[in-house]
Structures are given as structure tokens and as C-alpha cells.
């Protein structure tokens, strides 16, 4: 009697919305996502080239509809077809990291979401919305634009507001109790000319329904110290199950966790935690001989002392190796200690 292979399913290609009404300095933030990608191959889908505000230095070449970009990264127009876009874009999956979709300055993200979410093979990772400090409470007052800039803010899990260097000290307290209130679901970040941690876009997956849940409404952070990790390296096996029930009970002080170790059999998985899933799968990767463990958590409720509380039981205790406690940058993307 034959045994039959088992199937290698891929994993699903994450996917990042940005959005924002205009002059919130999208294209601003994706030149410096490109710039800071550090071998991450990024898609990237706009609307229209002939808006495209891509830095000419990052273009190798264009054929089409497709330009191909420095590191791998590529970038697509999809018009008014983005489903279509979106199919054609499958056939790179192999070759990809993450898909960052720069929606038009009027788009709704939600109805974007919802085509994404049609593509097999695709995950919706997060809505990020842009706002322009000194000019989103006006825009949201609009008698024309007002509707689109607040349900544009109310259908994030993160919100940027930019250009707040430009802003005193009192006018930028009031805008972050304003926006608090504005996306009572989202996480609000601040930041000065689009200086956003990479990690803060892709590596954590707040998709809408799960993000959340898992933190009280309104929080407003500064983008320099908004997380911090702490990372764990396991000499010999771990109890898979008991790490996924820890990391699920604490779920309100981590917002992303992901690794690679041997379970208690002593197979090779990746385990990926985000917001209320914890998932265990089989690691059809490179192989490797220490296994890694990355959390990563807002630093307002940080706790190294329970991290380590947390995750050291469920390793076998003479295999115990090593931790590592730091805060993420605000500018630079993590360090291998961050990204297993």
C-alpha cells in the first residue's frame, strides 16, 4: 500500500492597505518602506503610474504595468481592476513578502479589504490610514470631504498622524485626544515625515476584528519606544500547545509573536501569534538548530519579567539558552533577534 505525500500548502501572502485622504503623505511613507526594506520583497500596487511618486533611484525598470524596483520589490498598477491586479499578482507569490496596497487619497479601505479578502492565497495584515496633523480635524469637518476622511479614520487599526513636528506641544495633545475618539479602534501612532518602524506595518497584523479586540479603545503612542520585544532562543524542544495557551491568555500585552522550534516530538514547526490566533505549523523551511521566539508588545504594558514567566515553562528547563529584552526603533526595521 502506497502512502500518499502530504501537500505543502504555501502560506498566504500578507497584505497592508494604506490609506488617507490626500496630502497625508502616502507615497512619502512607501518610498521610505522601500528604502528601508532590508532584502524584504515588497509589492507595491497604486492606482495610477501617471501619480506615481515612487524615487527614481529605486526603479531598475518598467515593462508595462509592472516596475521592477531595487531589492526585488515591484510595483503594479491596477486602475480600476484591483481584483484583476490582484489575480496576476498570485503568479508572484513565490517571489514576494508582502503586498502593500497605496489606496487613492478618497478610497474607502473597508471596500479595498473586502476584494482582498477574495484572493485565495492573500491575508489582509492590516488597514493603516495616514491623517496630516494640521489638517485632518478640518477635513473631517468638511461639508464634502468630511464623510469619506472620518470613515476612513473609523476603518483603521492604525492610524499615522503625520507632519506632527509641525504642530506645539498643546495643539498635538488635543489632536491625540481627537483622534482617540476619531478611530476608537486603532492604535494612533505619530510620526514626523512618514518615519514609521517597518515592523510596525508588516510584522504586526492587526486585521480588523482581531486587532480589536485585544486592547481597550482610544490609545495614542509616540512612534520612538511604541514596542518593545523581547526574543528567546531554545537550546532543545517546546511545549507547542502550553506556549499557544500562554501567549492567547496575555493576548492584551502582546501584539505579535513568531518563531521557529522543535516541538515536543522534536518536529520542526513555526509558530505565529497574532491578536486572538495562535497557530502551530509544520516548518518546511531551511532547517535549523536553535530555535528562535520573537514577542513583541506595546510598551506601555510591557512586563520582561512576565514574558520570561510566560514562555520558559514551556521549554524543556537544562535546554533553556538565552533572552534578550529591547526596544524596537522608530526608524530602522528590526534586527535578526526580531525577525525569526
Known sequence: MTTPTPTTVAPALPVTLLGGYLGAGKTTLVN?????????RIAVLVNDFG???I????IEAREGDVITLAGGCVCCSFGSDLMDALQRLRQRIASLDHVLIETSGVALPASVASTVRLVEGLRLNAVVVLADANAVRQQASDRYVGETVQRQLEQADLV????????????????????THAAPQAFVLEATRCQVAPELLFDMALPRGEGVARRAPGRSMHAKGVFRSIS???????????????????ADRIVRAKGLMRDAGGAAVQLQFSGTHCTVTAWQGKPFTMGRLVCIGPAATWNETLMRALVWPCAVPRERSRSR??????????????RP
Open 32 to 40: 521610505h518602506l522601500l528604502r528601508a526594506a532590508h532584502g524584504r
Open 51 to 53: 501619480d506615481l511618486g
Open 55 to 58: 524615487d527614481g533611484d529605486l
Open 160 to 179: 499615522v498622524l503625520n507632519k506632527l513636528d509641525l504642530l506645539g506641544p498643546a495643539p498635538s495633545q488635543s489632536l491625540r485626544r481627537w483622534a
Open 232 to 250: 528567546f532562543a531554545f537550546a532543545g524542544t517546546v511545549d507547542t500547545e502550553a506556549l499557544s495557551q500562554a501567549l492567547l491568555a496575555h
Open 325 to 338: 529584552s529591547r526596544p524596537l526603533p522608530t526608524t530602522h526595521p528590526a534586527s535578526e533577534a526580531a
